[in-house]
């Protein structure tokens, strides 16, 4: 038993697969609207997901961890909480919580170090309690193991700005680029806030997103918490930035998968030439449409799991990034995985590498520009 993974693709030997128990179309709160008046959830209302969906989504779970564990990699589950219960601080009350599938979203590992997320959304703010029993277990049987919670969030009032989803959802796209481009989003800068599936782990390189999760402060926190990495702060040209991992997708040392509608900066592609990395642009989703009451994208579809620097794991309808991989020269086991997309994401969004071999490597050896 070792907790240790430094990039997204070395070779996986243990993960973490979420489930989809109890999730929650979540009680209002101030950084997150939530408005599906067609599948049966119009703005103010919340409950559980239908309980045909979680069969459905837990029937992929499981059979995503067999697929995993027939390949010789150790799948853990998480202890779903009841999400459905109201929860609070001293500072706020909030009627629901979340759910437990979307693991990366909470938790990250950065060499032999796991690190808790902050959250920035109140219903998440006590989803760390569902992965609690496995992390007492890692560091039970790992002595090496460092356990690391960043700042417990307070999430009052003043970390969030008053009226922006109406306000933001008034613009134009182009303007609300721009905004997300200054980095002008729901989030203030009164505490650090960041989501872990922000996070893209290239060795010495973590390139971290700033979104409607993740603030400046929250950049800043990693930055300093991590002193032998470079923590680079970027943005992507999207008017609904959450969570880098259907957007900036490292595959393997020298090549992104990059999603072209969201325009990385041209420092960052700078950075990466001058470093011999290729950026590619990923295969456009076969999905017409979003996931149903879900916050993300058709992009799921670049979400995926990579096994090894030579095996991806790809949702098994996305036949055009399946080829395209193929082409790039990877073994593709294409996983059936839609029913789960409602319930927080993909491939990537559901799993939390908790073992890949492999050390602390530095990719980007020459510098260029902030980077
Ligand atoms: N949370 C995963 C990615 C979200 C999206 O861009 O579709």
Redesign the pocket.
């Known amino acids: 038993m070792k907790v240790g993974s430094w990039n997204e693709w070395d070779p996986l030997r243990h993960v973490v697969v979420g489930r989809a128990d109890g999730t929650m179309v979540q009680a209002p709160e101030p950084a997150v609207v939530r408005d599906w008046p067609e599948h049966g959830f119009p703005r103010g209302t919340y409950g559980p997901l239908p309980e045909e969906m979680t069969a459905a989504a837990n029937e992929q779970l499981d059979s995503f961890a067999r697929v995993l564990e027939a390949r010789g990699i150790r799948v853990d589950r998480p202890r779903p909480l009841d999400f459905g219960r109201p929860v609070a601080t001293p500072e706020w009350t909030q009627r629901s919580m979340f759910g437990a599938m979307?693991v990366?979203?909470v938790l990250v590992v950065i060499g032999n170090e796991l690190l808790e997320a902050t959250m920035s959304f109140r219903s998440r703010w006590f989803e760390y309690l569902a992965h609690r029993p496995l992390i007492e277990d890692y560091f039970r049987a790992d002595p090496d193991m460092r356990w690391e919670a960043a700042p417990k969030p307070r999430l009052t009032g003043a970390s969030y700005r008053p009226g922006f989803w109406e306000e933001f959802g008034a613009l134009p796209a182009g303007e609300q680029i721009a905004r997300v481009r200054a980095g002008d989003l729901v989030l203030t800068e009164a505490e650090p806030l960041f989501d872990a599936?922000d996070i893209a782990r290239c060795g010495k390189d973590l390139f971290v997103q700033r979104s409607l999760a993740t603030n400046a402060a929250g950049i800043r926190w990693l930055r300093h918490h991590l002193p032998e990495h470079r923590v680079h702060g970027v943005t992507f040209g999207?008017t609904?930035?959450?969570?880098?991992?259907?957007?900036w997708v490292p595959l393997r040392p020298g090549l992104v998968l990059h999603?072209a509608e969201?325009p990385a900066e041209e420092e960052l592609l700078r950075y990466l030439a001058v470093n011999d990395w290729q950026v590619v642009p990923a295969a456009a989703p076969g999905r017409r449409e979003?996931p149903p009451l879900s916050?993300?994208?058709?992009?799921?579809s670049m979400?995926l799991l990579v096994l090894d620097p030579r095996t991806v794991c790809v949702e098994a309808s996305e036949t055009a990034q399946m080829e395209q991989l193929d082409r790039l020269g990877f073994e593709v086991v294409p996983v059936p995985f839609w029913d789960v997309a409602p319930f927080?994401?993909?491939l990537?969004?559901a799993t939390l590498d908790v073992h890949r071999e492999g050390v602390l490597e530095d990719y980007f050896p020459r510098r260029s520009g902030r980077f």
């Not at 609904?240 to 957007?247: F, K, V």
């Not at 916050?295 to 799921?300: D, I, K, V």
Request: charge should be positive.
């Open positions: 979307p990366r979203d599936a999207t609904h930035p959450l969570h880098i991992d259907a957007t999603c969201r979003p916050a993300c994208s058709r992009w799921l979400n927080g994401g993909g990537h969004c």
